[in-house]
């Protein structure tokens, strides 16, 4: 079956310090591969996406890319801020299996100023 | 575009009392939702598929009779909880899938309801 592994918690930066939370992953298939971030007392919401090997997906300065060869999905951030400090979860989806997901354990991250 | 809401954000019941979480697709068709349970400082346990006027698909140890599913429409889905216990408290958080993503499976997620039982 289908699994996400993160990289464990809980992450503690200082503002403007590089981040990389570590994402590997086993599926059958071409998954899609996601981060999803979850603000405190808050639902999920999308970070960034890639669908295929080689893709990069970007957002508000977050950056992943889709490494079929090693199987990762690694998220990165060059400068964080205290506003970034949430919950961070990797997943992946079958592509025919209507969007059910596989998650990861999710990682929090804590930025202080 | 693609928004989910889910109601109520925040409910408080005695034990022994049913509540209903409803969670709705607010500008598309939401043919297929799921709802999760969230444990604090844990990840996203997949409580059931629904699909649009078809029974649930529950996960192993989820019990069906205590977690009702109804998705009646394309744009809601309602989670009952039945004869509510201290246990059952927790964040419950549904998304859905639709046309638009569906084929990367991207998800939409509501805001979540926390339940707390007394």
């Known amino acids: 079956g289908n699994s996400v592994t993160q990289m464990e918690g809980p992450v503690t930066l200082s503002e403007e310090a590089f981040l990389t939370i570590n994402c590997t992953y086993t599926?059958?298939?071409?998954?899609?591969l996601f981060w999803y971030v979850q603000y405190p007392g808050e639902g999920l919401q999308l970070l960034l996406k890639?669908?295929?090997?080689?893709d990069k997906g970007s957002n508000k300065g977050f950056e992943a890319t889709y490494r079929k060869e090693t199987t990762s999905f690694h998220l990165e951030k060059g400068s964080v801020q205290v506003s970034d400090s949430a919950v961070y979860f990797c997943?992946?989806?079958?592509?025919?299996?209507?969007?059910?997901?596989?998650f990861g354990d999710g990682t929090t991250l804590t930025v202080k100023p | 575009g693609a928004v989910v809401s889910q109601h109520p954000s925040w409910v408080i019941c005695k034990s022994g009392t049913s509540v209903k979480i409803e969670c709705r697709s607010l500008?598309?068709?939401?043919?297929?939702m799921f709802w999760y349970r969230q444990f604090p400082k844990q990840s996203l346990m997949l409580m059931a598929t629904?699909?649009?006027?078809?029974?649930?698909?529950?996960e192993q140890g989820v019990e069906k009779d205590k977690f009702l599913i109804n998705h009646a429409s394309l744009t809601l889905s309602t989670l009952t909880v039945t004869s509510a216990h201290p246990e059952d408290s927790s964040f419950y958080i549904c998304?859905?899938?639709?046309?638009?993503?569906?084929?990367?499976?991207?998800?939409?997620f509501g805001e979540g309801s926390r339940l707390t039982v007394l």
């Open positions: 998304s859905a899938g639709a046309g638009r993503g569906i084929n990367t499976g991207e998800l939409f």
């Open positions: 599926a059958t298939g071409y998954p899609s």
């Open positions: 890639a669908t295929k090997a080689d």
């Open positions: 997943a992946l989806s079958d592509q025919g299996n209507a969007g059910k997901s596989t």
């Open positions: 500008d598309f068709q939401a043919t297929t």
């Open positions: 629904s699909n649009e006027g078809s029974k649930a698909t529950y």
